[in-house]
């Protein structure tokens, strides 16, 4: 099966790009094509450059952008007992809709990915994606064996090991030094990167006691950000020390950041961030609270400025969304009661093109940071760069369509979010993933 793609606008130019089954077989500018001197429009034999192709399927583009699809290295699908709230399926759509391709799924899921048994279950419902995706083994204080039983042999759908330092949603939380050294020390022998969501249980405990008032508009107080700041400088040392990967999750402080590029100077960190956190601050609860409630929480505008920062000086590496859907009902709850996280898989990109369209991001930095980056620090061959023999994994863009953000109308089960109704201009149009029209 051929299919011609003509009058794309890739980054290098107006481009015809042939996909032959799932991958990309040719690219060459419009310019040079017999089909921009008007031959061969229909189905059928086409010289394409030097070469005589026989073309299936012809679709225009009709200069939309085209980048790679977006690589999501942070998302909660759900599945399994939480399907109410998300499943393969319906993620899936909101991940197409997004323009995403491959996303890698959290394991803080009923029940947890924090043994093979589990993962076997997960692998299972997985069955149902539209998209391309890898799973995170989830870290507990007593599961050093299976995550070995699991890594040793070689399973190329494990993205690498995910710990948490606090607990946030359904998670085991590492509370233990000693635990986190073993899980570092096996995460270096299988070459697999630790992902960590570094806001630290004691120092939570301690602030939830300093802090009375219980409210939306504190949790950036309550969830102090001196938790996550305390977190990650542990992690760093201690991966310095053991010699292992990496990566601080949705990293939202200023002065993360600073120990990130300090740290990162002699070993293999890797920083991710996420929309929100470097588009929103605190200061939005009043308007969206509970929507808004998310761990770590949104921090300050100084925030804001210093992640902006870090995306240019290249301490930023990927941006993940952490889509984390819940129940509308539930986010309705007290401040309290009602879960962290929101759906992103929608936004995402949407947000970051708008940020493109004000001048505020280039076309290469926002490839670099969703998916190029993703794609070679998480070893995903063959994908993340639209190139002659890769994957035909494609996202096309209408970067003119002006539009507002509506909830209501998510494909994901949770259609609510705090940049609701928000005007945005840059729109996906249609993926392709693996070759295929999505
Ligand atoms: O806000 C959050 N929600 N932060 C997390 O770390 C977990 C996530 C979830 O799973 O709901
Ligand atoms: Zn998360």
């Not at 993205?159 to 330092?165: C, E, M, S, T």
């Not at 400025?305 to 990927?318: I, K, N, P, R």
Request: hydrophobic share 35%; net charge neutral; with cysteine.
């Amino acid at each position: 099966m051929k299919t011609l793609l003509k009058n794309c606008k890739l980054i290098q130019g107006l481009s015809n790009i042939i996909i032959e089954d799932d991958k990309i077989i040719d690219i060459k500018p419009s310019e040079n094509s017999p089909l921009e001197r008007g031959t061969a429009l229909a189905v059928g034999c086409v010289t394409f450059g030097t070469v005589e192709t026989n073309i299936n399927q012809i679709i225009d583009i009709q200069n939309n952008l085209v980048i790679p699809g977006i690589i999501d290295p942070h998302v909660h699908v759900r599945d399994l007992q939480q399907s109410d709230k998300e499943d393969w399926t319906s993620a899936s759509k909101a991940a197409l809709t997004g323009g995403v391709t491959t996303i890698f799924d959290m394991p803080n899921t009923i029940p947890a990915t924090t043994n093979l048994v589990n993962l076997n279950l997960k692998r299972e419902a997985a069955q149902k994606a539209l998209i391309n995706y890898k799973f995170f083994i989830g870290a507990t204080n007593s599961n050093l064996k299976d995550i070995e039983e699991i890594l040793s042999e070689n399973p190329s759908d494990i993205a690498g090991i995910k710990v948490f330092l606090a607990g946030s949603s359904n998670n085991d939380t590492i509370t233990d030094k000693d635990v986190l050294k073993n899980i570092f020390r096996v995460a270096k022998k299988y070459e697999k990167i630790v992902t960590v969501h570094t806001e630290l249980q004691s120092c939570l405990n301690k602030w939830k006691q300093k802090v009375p008032n219980s409210s939306i508009l504190n949790h950036n107080e309550i969830r102090n950000r001196e938790c996550s700041i305390m977190g990650t400088k542990l992690v760093l040392e201690l991966a310095e020390e053991i010699g292992n990967k990496i990566c601080i999750a949705h990293c939202s402080t200023a002065e993360e950041l600073k120990l990130i590029r300090k740290f990162k100077i002699n070993n293999s960190v890797y920083c991710e961030i996420t929309p929100h956190h470097l588009l929103l601050n605190e200061t939005i609860l009043e308007k969206v609270g509970n929507f808004g409630k998310v761990n770590p929480p949104l921090r300050c505008e100084k925030d804001n400025s210093a992640l902006w920062e870090a995306v240019y000086d290249g301490t930023v590496d990927f941006i993940g969304t952490d889509h984390a859907p819940h129940k509308l009902y539930e986010k309705q709850k007290e401040y309290l009661q009602a879960p962290s996280g929101f759906p992103g898989l929608e936004t995402g990109l949407h947000l970051l093109l708008n940020e493109l369209n004000k001048g505020n991001l280039t076309i290469g930095k926002l490839v670099e940071l969703t998916s190029r980056n993703p794609a070679e620090i998480f070893n995903l061959e063959k994908r993340g760069e639209i190139k002659v023999g890769n994957f035909a994994d494609l996202t096309v863009i209408d970067m003119n369509m002006k539009w507002k953000i509506d909830s209501s109308k998510f494909k994901s089960k949770a259609k609510y979010s705090p940049f609701d109704r928000m005007k945005v201009q840059g729109k996906v149009e249609m993926c392709f993933v693996n070759g295929k029209k999505c």
